[in-house]
Structures are given as structure tokens and as C-alpha cells.
T-cell receptor
Framework: NAGVMQNPRHLVRRRGQEARLRCSPM?????VYWYRQLPEEGLKFMVY????????ESGMPKERFSAEFPKEGPSILRIQQVVRGDSAAYFC?????????????FGEGSWLTVV | SQKIEQNSEALNIQEGKTATLTCNYT??????LQWYRQDPGRGPVFLLL?????KEKRKERLKVTFDTTLKQSLFHITASQPADSATYLC???????????????FGKGTHLIIQP
């Protein structure tokens, strides 16, 4: 079984451009999570989605960031008008459901560099 | 808000010895606690989960304890090997304790180095 697939693995954007990060969950998983890892920082929860629904976006910055998980296709994390502070590793994770103790599986991450 | 503390200093252990990593948290206890391994440039990999009503959990050379009185979890690797060298992350799930968001709260991790 393929794991959680993220692309691109590495992305370079100039300040002001848009970044789109894609995540295909593991087969059979309908729950997707996005996390951000800044240099020397821990993983920070951003958003939790199910198909066509945002369940919890309490960790998302209020501006420039958005996420979706359409009925068909991968989940997308979109960052508009990127700034240098957005440079980080963005990890997607998926799970089968949201039961207590359910394991989530991470992808290998997308490394965004803003120049 | 919940804070998680893991030793930020790298931990150097001689091969064959037991490595013990610590995870302390503040405030209320989570529904469960997880440990992950992360290698440079890679995503976290799930290792073990322990629930609030469990004291200890084992998996091969790994052992996790959970003390809700001390608000602490210990992660042990016995008979350590150089291949165990990585960063180990502690993560708490607060959702079923009414603690907050649906996501996991992660510590910054402890870098473990097993020396041959």
C-alpha cells in the first residue's frame, strides 16, 4: 500500500507568489491533517479535514492560508502571497477515522523555501 | 494552553545501553500520548501509543510509561543500536479530554545519538 503522498517535496517561491502543496492520503483514509514544522520548532497542527469539509482549522493563520479536501483528488494547502516566515516543512497526515487513539500516518513532507 | 517539554539537548548513549527519553506536560492530562520517530528530511513515523488508563506499553525493544500524577511519559529503547539514532517526538491528543483542537500537540523532540 502506498503511504501518504505529498508533492512537491521541495518548492521554492519568491515573496508574494503562491504556494500549493498537495497531499494524497493513504488508501481508505478519509481524514487529513496538515502540520507545519519551522526550523528548530516542533510540529504545529494547522487544519483537520474530511472529504469536502473543514473540521478544525484552529491552527491555521487567519490570512493567506487555506486548505481543502475535495470529493475527488488530493487535499491542497494553499499559501497566498508567501513571505520568508512561511519557509518551513509542511507535513500531511491521514487516518481512517477520528476515534480516540487512532494512529495517524505522516507523509514525507513538502519543504517550502521563500526567497 | 498545553505545553510539552522534551529535553532539547542531544542525548548520547553507548550502543547496547538503554536510552531513556522524557516527555513532561503541563495542565490537564491527555486522553492518550504517542511517541514518534523522525529522521532528518523525513516525516514522523508512529512508534507507540499509551492511553491515560495505562501505565506501561511495550513493543519489541521499546517501552513507554505514562504517569498522570507526575504528568510525565518516559520512552525507553533497550539494547540500543546506532540505527536508533533519530529525533523522538512526544505528542498528546487532547480531544477527548476536552482540551482543544482535533490535532495532536507535539513536543520539539529529543535528538538521540547511539554511539558504536
Amino acid at each position: 500500500n502506498a503511504g501518504v503522498m505529498q508533492n512537491p517535496r521541495h518548492l521554492v517561491r519568491r515573496r508574494g507568489q503562491e504556494a500549493r502543496l498537495r497531499c494524497s492520503p493513504m488508501k481508505g483514509h478519509s481524514h487529513v491533517y496538515w502540520y507545519r514544522q519551522l526550523p528548530e520548532e516542533g510540529l504545529k497542527f494547522m487544519v483537520y479535514l474530511q472529504k469536502e469539509n473543514i473540521i478544525d482549522e484552529s491552527g491555521m493563520p487567519k490570512e493567506r492560508f487555506s486548505a481543502e479536501f475535495p470529493k475527488e483528488g488530493p487535499s491542497i494547502l494553499r499559501i497566498q502571497q508567501v513571505v520568508r516566515g512561511d519557509s518551513a516543512a509542511y507535513f500531511c497526515a491521514s487516518s481512517t477515522n477520528r476515534d480516540s487513539g487512532n494512529t495517524i500516518y505522516f507523509g514525507e513532507g513538502s519543504w517550502l523555501t521563500v526567497v | 494552553s498545553q505545553k510539552i517539554e522534551q529535553n532539547s539537548e542531544a542525548l548520547n548513549i553507548q550502543e547496547g545501553k538503554t536510552a531513556t527519553l522524557t516527555c513532561n506536560y503541563t495542565n490537564y492530562s491527555p486522553a492518550y500520548l504517542q511517541w514518534y520517530r523522525q529522521d532528518p528530511g523525513r516525516g514522523p513515523v508512529f512508534l507507540l501509543l499509551i492511553r491515560e488508563n495505562e501505565k506501561e506499553k511495550r513493543k519489541e525493544r521499546l517501552k513507554v510509561t505514562f504517569d498522570t500524577t507526575l504528568k510525565q511519559s518516559l520512552f525507553h529503547i533497550t539494547a540500543s543500536q546506532p540505527a536508533d539514532s533519530a529525533t523522538y517526538l512526544c505528542a498528546l491528543d487532547m480531544s477527548y479530554s476536552g482540551g482543544g483542537a482535533d490535532g495532536l500537540t507535539f513536543g520539539k523532540g529529543t535528538h538521540l545519538i547511539i554511539q558504536p
